[in-house]
């Protein structure tokens, strides 16, 4: 008996959609906007793209690009490339022309599907711009427009799919037979906040066997309702989100765009039940100042992670959007998204002061710039070994070697202490820390400790240059209802919480936060605010 015809979880997607058909077949998959599906529907849908892809010449191992915000044609496309034998090739919605090219250029993209006019972007004309430029994409055949219009030389999705053949059914259905879990599945590349963007290779066995149990630990079940704000070109919403909700027979509620009252109005109305984000998102919603106009009862679980996030919100989440179950873990690109969780059963206390302990099958080290382990309780970079690590960068085993060492540790670049229990508490990116008079700060920490403060909604806190001291604090504030709090009496406050050269030396009233697509504060775009407020 194969996989998808039992109950078991299977470990490649083209098996895990047969088998949200067999179980889950009348269930709704997908709601977005007037478009509804059920997981036998979806599963159709799959079937024929699969089969266009296969007529169009696509070839086992050939890289599809998907450059598009969150919609129910990017989960088709996503599944039907995987089921044809191709690479998915996830491509930032924020990017431009030269950005995306050089990531569809070196993924060698045969075919990109994208959208028009998102956000008033023609990524089409992007690309000629970028071509003109010099910046080509010399692998790549077709494009697909998956919604809005269709620019001279593209095709409708409709179009597309429609180019089906009984020869391409079969010989997907082939390819299909034939997918292990431990095939190339996706190419992620990483955000390229430090140089160009590294693509990371994804398994989709890893995948599907930790965001089961990230689902298991969220209580999800068919019937649940998801709603994705986080963009399906990231870990945190292909692996997070599409993939725990095929599992359960959970509907996916795509999201293309965060904004407070749009978020609150859908779950209000669309009933619903489990909501993963980051603490930004989280933050943002127990902030705002119309909450109460909103009913936030369906909400049932919620996770959160890709930063550190202050006690006090984990308390809000539960007291103020009614969550019954709110959790944290921590993962990257690099672990297919997942490396430690918290469980369901963990005391409240336990959650929200770490992000969890390691996946079973994975293990943890917390080691100093030495490379020595260090002691329970003291900071140290966290180091990652299992089956969640990736098989390198594509086509740079350079970059490989200096992030994977040769005995197989994940070096994750993220600081962190961890407990007794085996639990452990991102305090910061290793990048991130500052020195001030020879004391190393770690942001993540004065960020926690400042949000408890009743005037703070939000808070982000970068080093600045400073002549004596090498570098010294400086805090961009997002003001909570209770309005915005005095540099001087915050920085009194400061003194009295933590210790001084933990104190940042400027605080500066903002109306928001930056925010990069997957909703994580862009520290990068503080530190040039910062420069020009110094008048460096």
């Known amino acids: 008996m194969s996989a998808a015809t039992s109950f078991a979880v299977p470990d490649n997607y083209p098996d895990l959609i047969e088998r949200a058909a067999r179980l889950f077949g009348d269930t709704e998959a997908i709601r977005d906007g007037d478009m509804s599906m059920t997981f036998a529907e979806l599963s159709n849908r799959t079937d024929q793209c699969a089969a ?10 050939d890289a599809v690009g998907l450059w598009a915000p969150n919609a129910w044609e990017w989960v088709v496309a996503a599944m039907g490339t995987l089921r044809a034998g191709g690479v998915i090739v996830p491509v930032n919605t924020r990017f431009r022309g030269r950005e995306a090219a050089y990531v569809l250029s070196r993924a060698r993209v045969k075919l990109l599907f994208t959208v028009f006019g998102f956000l008033g972007y023609d990524y089409v004309a992007d690309l000629e711009a970028a071509a003109a430029d010099g910046h080509t994409i010399d692998s790549l055949e077709r494009t697909v ?16 799919v429609a180019t089906a053949t009984p020869d391409g059914f079969a010989e997907a259905a082939k390819r299909a037979a034939a997918a292990t879990g431990d095939d190339l599945g996706l190419v992620m590349f990483t955000s390229g906040t430090t140089g160009l963007p590294k693509g990371v290779m994804i398994r989709p066995a890893s995948i599907i066997r930790s965001f089961s149990q990230y689902a298991d630990e969220l209580g999800m079940r068919s019937g649940d309702r998801m709603l994705v704000i986080n963009p399906f070109f990231h870990a945190f919403g292909f692996c997070g989100s599409i993939t725990p909700c095929i599992v359960k027979g959970a509907t996916i509620l795509p999201h293309p765009v965060f904004e407070v009252e749009a978020v609150l109005e859908r779950i209000e109305s669309e009933r619903v039940t489990v909501l993963p984000g980051p603490p930004a998102i989280f933050q943002s919603m127990v902030n705002f100042a119309g909450l109460d106009r909103y ?33 944290t873990a921590f993962g990257m690109t690099e672990t297919h998204g997942l490396a430690t969780i918290c469980s369901a059963g963990d005391p409240p206390e336990l959650v929200a002061s770490t992000s969890g302990k390691a996946l079973a099958g994975i293990e943890l080290r917390v080691v100093d710039d030495d490379g020595h382990d260090v002691a329970a309780g003291e900071p140290g970079e966290l180091l990652v070994r299992g089956y969640c690590v990736t098989t390198g960068y594509l086509d740079d085993p350079e970059q490989t070697a200096k992030t994977i060492d040769a005995d197989g540790w994940l070096h994750t670049g993220d600081i962190c202490v961890v407990n007794e229990l085996g639990y452990i508490d991102i305090t ?11 004391f190393n700060v770690y942001p993540a920490e004065v960020e926690n400790v400042m949000s408890e403060h009743p005037q703070i909604g939000q808070v982000a806190v970068i080093g600045v240059p400073d002549e004596r001291l090498g570098e010294v604090g400086a805090a961009f504030v997002v003001p909570s209802p209770a309005g915005a709090p005095d540099a001087d009496a915050l920085r009194a406050w400061c003194r009295e919480q933590m210790a001084n050269y933990k104190v940042p030396r400027y605080f500066w009233n903002v109306e928001a936060l930056p925010l990069n697509p997957s909703n994580k504060v862009l520290k990068t775009d503080l530190r040039e605010l910062a420069a020009e407020r110094l008048g460096a």
């Open 428 to 438: 910061d990116r290793k990048k991130d820390m500052y020195i001030n008079g020879g």
């Open 295 to 327: 009913d936030t009862s369906s909400l049932r679980s919620a996770i959160t992670g890709a930063a550190a996030i202050p006690v006090e919100t984990v308390v809000a989440m539960r007291e103020r959007l009614s969550f019954e179950t709110v959790i």
């Open 52 to 61: 266009a892809l296969v007529a169009c010449g696509l070839r086992s191992g």
């Open 145 to 160: 427009i998956l919604r809005g219009d269709t620019p001279p030389g593209t095709t409708s999705f409709d179009e597309f």
